[in-house]
């Protein structure tokens, strides 16, 4: 097949999609938090190393999957190991995990649709942070605002994904993505040029390595799964509609490369403007909702900043709500011939629904508990140590064991037009290292 018809038009295209997939609020809103919690630098060196090592071959088994058959997730398995039941089990996996992701997912992106609102009409102007506190705590636990905002969040998504992989997918990262990056660089230089600015730059890349603990580590490794998209059925899908002539390994590099510089990138945006105004980057997830829009208020044309601030999270947050739809919506179009718009609304609605109990989880339901977490902990718990990690792991032992090593190196030659260099450590790191790695991450989190 020497092209994929039913997929992307570019190799740029390709690019924009699975990196926009990738790239969002696990990069500007996840991990200038968990890097604040776990002493910046050293935290960043162990994070880049496990996104090379680890990250980067796992991704590229998951798109040399979707590639190779040719199929949504769960096909996918059916075509690649058609006499073994056993390997629908992480097609299964990914569509949960896409669902349930996206149902609190979509609740926090809501939530930035909210900020823009806020921060244009002056709401968070002149606040003081007690006060900004309460915008948060008062807004999050409402039983009807948080809601709505989430519904015009999921209509987004649905517009996009009912206009098709081109028209849709990919036409709209091409733009979005371009967007994010210049909106992400006007947001660093600005905090650069704040006085005090040189001691978040120096947190975040001079390395102090007395601050890492087993516990960092962990979190570098899930936080490189988390912002690649790893184990969640976004790469198959989208490795389905990759070009036959576009090099993988090349392909992966830019993902991982440009994922990677946008969540270094929105350190150099939060980290010297906290500690320009004397905050603490170790405020955990409250880091963007409470902390920034103190640091705003704080600056001069803060209200401007902090609404293209708010923008950009928007737009990684809706680039990575497309990612999760295609998911149930491919799988569903090519099992039961559902069409874009009625699969598109179908799992929309569910998600909504599942969504409502992630939303209230910070109001009326914040006392219903199960196993001692809300609904909204218990669904981020079970996708990211849970289903992600065990989905990955199949993954990779699909490519490294099952698959004959030839079936995997001619996919990743474009049956033999170019020669992979790396394949052979590529290669080991999923037949060998990347499974251990990954049940590590498991065991750990339901420890």
């Known amino acids: 097949m020497a092209n994929n018809i039913r997929g992307f038009n570019s190799k740029f295209g390709t690019i924009m999609a699975a990196t926009g997939g990738a790239v969002g609020l696990g990069n500007i809103w996840r991990f200038p938090y968990t890097a604040g919690s776990n002493g910046g630098g050293a935290f960043l060196i162990i994070y880049f190393l496990f996104v090379l090592f680890l990250g980067l071959p796992v991704m590229l088994s998951e798109e040399t999957i979707g590639r190779r058959a040719q199929k949504n997730v769960l096909g996918a398995f059916k075509v690649l190991a058609p006499k073994h039941k056993i390997w629908m089990v992480p097609g299964l996996i990914s569509i949960v995990t896409a669902i349930v992701i996206y149902s609190f997912y979509s609740v926090v992106a809501g939530w930035t649709l909210n900020y823009i609102i806020a921060s244009a009409s002056g709401l968070l102007s002149g606040k003081s942070p007690d006060e900004i506190t309460e915008f948060f705590n008062t807004f999050t636990s409402n039983s009807i605002f948080p809601l709505i905002y989430q519904f015009i969040f999921l209509l987004l998504t649905i ?12 036409k709209c990262t091409k733009i979005l993505m371009p967007i994010l990056l210049l909106l992400l660089i006007v947001m660093c230089i600005r905090s650069l040029t704040l006085e005090g600015a040189y001691k978040g730059v120096e947190f975040l890349f001079k390395p102090d390595f007395s601050k890492l603990d087993g516990n ?25 509609y990759m070009l036959k002539q576009d090099n993988l390994f090349t392909t992966s590099l830019w993902i991982a490369g440009a994922d990677t510089l946008v969540a270094i990138l929105s350190g150099i945006a939060i980290f010297p403007a906290v500690f320009a105004f004397g905050l603490e980057p170790t405020s955990g997830p409250s880091l963007v909702y409470i902390v920034l829009p103190n640091v705003f208020n704080s600056m001069s044309g803060g209200t401007i900043f902090a609404v293209v601030f708010f923008i950009l999270l928007t737009i990684a947050a809706l680039t990575s709500t497309i990612s999760l739809l295609e998911v149930p919506v491919l799988w569903a179009n090519e099992s039961f011939s559902w069409g874009r718009r009625k699969a598109s609304l179908i799992f929309s609605a569910l998600v909504f629904v599942l969504g409502i109990f992630c939303s209230l989880s910070f109001g009326c339901l914040s006392n219903f508990t199960i196993c001692g977490k809300t609904v909204f902990d218990l669904f981020d718990f079970i996708t990211a140590n849970l289903l992600m990690p065990i989905g990955a792991i199949f993954f990779t032992l699909l490519i490294g064991w099952y698959l004959p090593k030839a079936d995997v190196y001619d996919e990743l030659s474009n049956s033999g037009a170019i020669k992979p260099k790396l394949f052979n450590i590529f290669y080991f790191i999923i037949r060998y290292i990347a499974p251990l790695a990954l049940l590590v991450v498991l065991i750990s989190g339901l420890l």
């Open 159 to 170: 517009f996009i994904i009912n206009r098709g992989v081109k028209d849709g997918i990919e």
């Open 216 to 240: 960092s580590i962990l979190d570098a490794l899930g936080q490189a799964m988390f912002s690649l998209s790893i184990g969640m059925g976004a790469l198959i899908t989208y490795g389905s």
